[in-house]
């Protein structure tokens, strides 16, 4: 057996574990800091560790690698996947909530951990609408390319020229918009709540993306809980998906 090994036999032996020390919305949860003061216990056995913050492309992942004086280490990453990457403290939060998972897996001292994690929430919970950067470009035509035609407003006394939305046509509405369409139509022609879930079951799950996904989200409008629970679902799919594309690629 490595020194590393027997080190982590003697720690695991003798360590309590973390205790839930933090209340959040929905029940008690672990801070990082918790984590942190227990796993230190484990230096008297001749181990420690380190957490950086590592990219790959677009891709952030959180890299924890556990030492042991003799030299031997063990390393993990974690992604960290975060629906609007221009939000900081969403990037923050989620670097915690990655750190946290990470150091406690490695070091196998996971007593007191609920299911919610309230500093995970600020990268949003299951059931509310995915997020995209926003596009700062300006409105153009699709066939020209140009610049939609701005019509002048007044705002505190100067003159601003907004971009007139662009109305599409039918025909110069891309597979994707005729898809939103599609379902929304349905779902609006629904003649019940349940046959609207119905129309929604059958086809979010063909969504691919998360950036289609929100716009499905904002064109029904979901309020109803089992309407949510679906989009909540392919949500995760998603993430799910991409943590695992950003895992296998490393």
Request: no cysteine; aromatic share 6%; charged share 25%.
């Amino acid at each position: 057996m490595s020194e590393l090994a027997k080190a982590l036999v003697q720690y695991q032996k003798h360590t309590k574990g973390f205790e839930a020390d933090k209340q959040g919305n929905r029940s008690k949860y672990a801070s990082i800091g918790a984590v942190i003061s227990n796993v230190k216990q484990a230096a008297q056995y001749g181990l420690a560790f380190t957490q950086e913050v590592d990219f790959e492309g677009q891709m952030i992942f959180v890299r924890t690698v556990m030492l042991h004086e003799s030299g031997e280490t063990r390393e993990s990453r974690y992604p960290v996947i975060v629906d609007d990457v221009t939000n900081n403290q969403k990037i923050g939060g989620a670097i915690t909530y990655a750190k946290r998972y990470a150091l406690a897996s490695m070091f196998g001292t996971e007593k007191g951990v609920e299911d919610a994690d309230d500093d995970g929430e600020i990268n949003g919970l299951l059931q509310d609408a995915p997020k995209e950067p926003e596009s700062k470009a300006p409105l153009s035509r699709p066939d020209s390319g140009q610049t939609a035609p701005a019509e002048v407003t007044s705002l505190a006394g100067g003159a601003v020229a907004v971009p007139k939305p662009e109305i599409k046509k039918v025909a110069d509405k891309s597979p994707a918009e005729k898809f939103l369409d599609k379902v929304a139509g349905l779902v609006d022609a629904a003649k019940s709540h349940q046959a609207a879930v119905m129309v929604i079951e059958e086809y979010v799950p063909n969504i691919k993306t998360l950036a289609g996904l929100e716009q499905m989200w904002h064109r029904i409008k979901p309020s109803s809980k089992d309407m949510i629970e679906i989009f909540a679902n392919k949500k995760l799919e998603l993430m799910q998906a991409e943590a695992n594309k950003g895992a296998n690629n490393g």
